[in-house]
């Protein structure tokens, strides 16, 4: 599998591993990877992203956004997400999702909004 490149089309899958956060804990980044195929998107963090893990809502379980940056400063969104069973004791959590945006940090609107569309294709 490879890591993203601006050539990947959706049939590709890539990995890309880096620092991810909540919108709403900004300032607590955890490291973690997204590995996207066509037929699925997870989000496995290297630990816990909440300081208190009695702390976490709702909203955690399955947030609405969670965001990304590479080092090479590549941003992110990983959109409409639940929270994966996982293994008792261990310090990852994994989410599924059913998008993923490479290039910007989309708002958390309930539907994300494009001011334009390019589709490409060749025969």
Known sequence: MDHWSQSCTLFDSFRI????????????????????????????????????????????????????????????????????QGQMGSPRIAYSATHVFVGEHLVTDPEPRFPSTSVQYWS
Not at 32 to 61: H, K, N, Q, W
Request: charged fraction near 20%.
């Open 17 to 84: 591993e880096d620092h991810w956060w909540y919108p709403h804990t900004d300032t607590r980044k955890i490291a973690g990877v997204l590995t996207y195929t066509s037929d699925d998107i997870i989000l496995a963090f290297f630990g816990t992203p909440y300081p208190d893990p009695e702390s976490r809502g709702l909203e955690d379980l399955q947030p609405r956004v969670i965001y990304g940056e590479t080092l090479g400063g590549l941003l992110i969104t990983v959109m409409n997400c639940n929270q994966r």
